[in-house]
């Protein structure tokens, strides 16, 4: 069965850190670059970073650069996303995404 299943989410204070991670299957996990999207109630979904298939290459949005890391373990099937300094307006669901595949999503809540 082909699924991504997120994991990591909580609540955190501001200026605090979080690690997501997202466990693939079903597909050949290294063949694919991945990303991490996140979206709010009526707002667009807003990607939030990119690795490529080797985890070489890697591209941020504007409002996370800095702040968060993405990385990939090609051996576990696994994507990260390290976040850190974290702000309420990164308060979100977050989901890991190949193509149009993606998980159910995990739940990020900045607040004090």
């Known amino acids: 069965q082909v699924q991504l299943v997120e994991s990591g989410g909580g609540l955190v204070q501001p200026g605090g850190s979080m690690r997501l991670s997202c466990a693939a299957s079903?597909?050949?996990?290294?063949?694919?670059?991945m990303n991490w999207y996140r979206q709010t109630p009526g707002t667009e979904r807003e990607l939030v970073a990119s690795i490529s298939t080797g985890g070489d290459m890697t591209n941020y949005a504007d409002s996370v650069k800095g702040r968060f890391t993405i990385s990939r373990d090609n051996a576990k099937n696994a994507v990260f996303l390290q976040m850190n300094n974290l702000k309420p307006e990164d308060t979100a669901v977050y989901y890991c995404?190949?193509?149009?595949?993606r998980g159910q999503g995990t739940q990020v809540t900045v607040s004090p």
């Open positions: 995404q190949r193509g149009n595949l």
């Open positions: 079903g597909f050949t996990f290294e063949s694919y670059a």
